[in-house]
């Protein structure tokens, strides 16, 4: 077989297991909870005439509000499935299929025909990603800004077109009001660019100009949002990253670590914090012995890499928070196109493939697992308020909540939707149903993990 064949079926096969964890199973794994529901209501109120200029509100109450773009994003989803949930079943498709266009294209260009095929194998086992993958929020739309990002960046290193700027820009301000965690990103592609600037003797006023407006552009939306509010998101913005003081700082900066350890496992096995700075130690200096033999783009790109490997630690203090394990998604393209680079470069070619078996022996079982149905996801919540719908009256009843912490969430939208009333909405003279998770003895068992306790005055709809 020539080699260009064989490289092609490597990438071939390595995209296919991707999609394969991303859409084997999609309708009975894609959730429906807080953070869906939160940007389906102002979905609702757009196709009324009600528009927004902000988006979901980071982590609680006392978050800041990122922009309107995804809740935006979503309307021409949710609007061909009548503004019903599986709207979003459409959104996840297609974001992992843009996701892997875009990945083949660009880091093509950037490192080669043979990196495609790796970084592709070490992203479609990674087993947090497999869940984030597929989860209809902002954060899955990083991996794709993010290299859109990188190839912009490499584009203005090629040619100093003013479009690559605005491009640049655009991406830059859009990704960002995904997740707060882009702000790496923009502090790599700053540090890229200084370091280009610094190697070309040339700084374009101009074209920076250009790039700052197509980034503030996006934040128009927040803008107008404060102008209107006495600038409260501004303010709650300030207080959440400076409100919690030292004592906070030094907690997460001992507490961010094991959280990177966990996001990182699938690369050594185990959530170990030993195993996790030694993975963190072993990307930082491979990094510096990539920028060591390296030219063209790589140099301002491992510079970059370096130094906000660096800073990781350092930003996660000022948050003053223990962090999620997705606040750690864009960190997985820098270490895993990093280590494939090295390795591709210094012909250690077969090593890799040895590495890359090991991490699908690894990862098989673990991955597996997470192609199977979840029994909270919007499948098991539409099957209840549909089986409600269906076998009684909306008229006649009530619906309030007796579940585990935090399984409330996404209910009440499905039951808008399909006209049931909450208590806190309805006559509280009517008969009480109740959302029991999980059911007990005597509950309707609509599922393993979710029922109804229906009262026995109820009567049933002739159902044929």
Known sequence: MKPELKIALFIVSAIALFLAFRFWNLDGRIIFDWDQESYAYPLKAITQGDFTLIGQR???ERGFFLGPHFT????????AASMHPWGSLGAVVFFNLLFAGAGVFIIQRL????????FFIFWALHTYMIQYDITPWGPILLPTGILATLYCLYMITKK????????LGLICGFTLQMHFQFVFILAFAGIFLMRHWYDTKRVPWRNIGVAFAGFAFMFLPLLIFDL???????KAFVNFFFGSGTEGAIKAWNNWMPVFANFMQPFFGSP???LGLLFYAVVLVTAIGNLRRSKGFRVPFYTAAIIVWILLPVFFAIYGQRPSEYYFIFSLPIAILTLTDALLRTRAESLLYVLAAVYLLINAQPALRKLETNP??????????????????PKTYIVSFDVELGREPGFRYLMDYYGIVTHDKGDNSLPLVQVKIPPKDGDVRVSDRMGLQIPPQLQKKDVQ
């Not at 490192?111 to 790796?118: H, I, S």
């Not at 100093?160 to 491009?167: A, C, G, R």
């Not at 209107?228 to 501004?234: E, G, H, Q, V």
């Not at 909270?376 to 009256?393: C, I, P, S």
């Open 160 to 167: 100093e077109h003013i479009v690559w700027w605005l491009m």
């Open 272 to 274: 170990s914090v030993p």
């Open 376 to 393: 909270y996801g919007l499948q098991a919540r539409e099957e209840l308020v549909h089986y409600l719908d269906t076998y009684y009256d």
């Open 58 to 60: 980071t982590t609680h």
């Open 228 to 234: 209107r509010n006495d600038f409260f998101n501004s």
């Open 72 to 79: 935006y994003l979503m309307l021409p989803f949710y609007a």
């Open 111 to 118: 490192f080669g025909w043979k990196a495609v095929g790796f």
